[in-house]
């Protein structure tokens, strides 16, 4: 960890965070040190078995912000499964949970939840990892709902992505530079609002 007066922020999120994150770094570089996991954080089971691990990216005593999403992958239906490989309920339990583990290994910290993105379903070819803006939206209102009980502020990225038109996606998920790039501003204008 620097000790150069900096703020320092951990963002942790699956490939849509990936995504944003460099831009991100760049953006809070004036007042922040950003850190993040090189992986692909996935769904709440891999946040909540991963935390431990992820603590040792930074000085996590001296972290001021975490800024975290997860849904994507909960929300999917894997392999042509009939149901999400996260059952709504569970996804609402695990994102308290997260919640709770980033409060005891990162103490300083204030956690800020960020909402699923958007997906166009017609771009969609294979199926096997089959979303929906409906179950994203599903999602998104339960993790709010459990963000909300535990005092969490919510940065809404799905409402903020839900404008975009088919120009700033690579995919029916992921996003181009032009994507990213708006991202990485809403997030950074967001944290640095904050700290």
């Known amino acids: 960890m620097n000790n150069d007066g900096k703020k320092n922020v951990l963002l942790i999120g699956d490939s849509i965070r990936m995504g ?6 760049e953006q809070l570089s004036d007042i922040a040190n950003v850190y993040f996991p090189a992986e692909n954080c996935r769904d709440t089971h891999f946040v909540l078995c991963s935390l431990g691990a992820w603590k040792g990216l930074c000085d996590h005593d001296s972290v001021d912000a975490v800024h975290f999403n997860c849904g994507h992958w909960d929300c999917a239906r894997f392999n042509y499964a009939p149901d999400p490989l996260t059952p709504l309920h569970e996804y609402e339990y695990n ?3 997260i919640i709770d583990a980033i409060r005891y290994y990162f103490p300083k910290a204030k956690v800020y939840f960020a909402t699923t993105t958007p997906v166009i379903i017609e771009r969609l070819k294979d199926r ?3 979303r929906t803006n409906e179950d994203i939206m599903l999602y998104n209102a ?3 709902k459990a963000s909300e009980e535990k005092g969490v502020e919510v940065n809404d990225l799905f409402s903020f992505a839900l404008s975009f038109d088919e120009g700033k996606y690579s995919d029916f998920c992921h ?4 994507g990213n790039d708006l991202l990485s501003k809403r997030v950074s204008e967001f944290l640095r609002e904050r700290l």
């Open 142 to 144: 339960a993790g709010v």
């Open 95 to 97: 994102i308290g949970r």
């Open 128 to 130: 096997q990892a089959m």
């Open 20 to 25: 944003y994150c460099e831009r991100v770094k």
């Open 175 to 178: 996003y181009n530079d032009e």
